[in-house]
């Protein structure tokens, strides 16, 4: 599977984005998938996922309420929808694809990984 994410940019704080990642190759529709960012100095850590047929979605504490994870079988698509960003939302993001059963939160879990858009908030 090749994933490409895109949308990231600069706004500003309590501003919206919605990132895109588009998949190729074999089955979307087989694959869980995952948000992840990383910032500057920091580990590459879970944001949302989602199962392979959109029924389970799971989001890490800290975006709860502000983003919501989404997918489109039929574009061979996922969607992560930020609202309301914080300048700690700030990081490179990285969008995956597992081929294990339900939402999975570690990046051993990911089978396979997009190349990251970069979204910076301004305070």
């Known amino acids: 599977v090749q994933l490409q994410a895109c949308g990231g940019g600069l706004v500003q704080a309590g501003g919206s984005l919605r990132l895109s990642c588009a998949a190729s190759?074999?089955?979307?529709?087989?694959?869980?998938m995952g948000w992840f960012r990383q910032a500057p100095g920091k580990e590459r850590e879970f944001v949302g996922g989602?199962?392979?047929?959109?029924?389970?979605?799971s989001y890490a504490d800290s975006v709860k309420g502000r983003f919501t994870i989404s997918r489109d079988n039929a574009k061979n698509t996922v969607y992560l929808q930020m609202n309301s960003l914080k300048p700690e939302d700030t990081a490179v993001y990285y969008c995956?694809?597992?081929?294990?059963?339900?939402?999975?939160?570690?990046?051993?879990?990911?089978?396979?990984w997009g190349q990251g858009t970069q979204v910076t908030v301004s305070s």
């Open positions: 995956a694809a597992s081929a294990r059963f339900g939402t999975r939160v570690a990046t051993r879990e990911y089978d396979y």
């Open positions: 190759g074999r089955p979307f529709s087989s694959y869980a």
């Open positions: 989602i199962s392979w047929s959109g029924g389970t979605t």
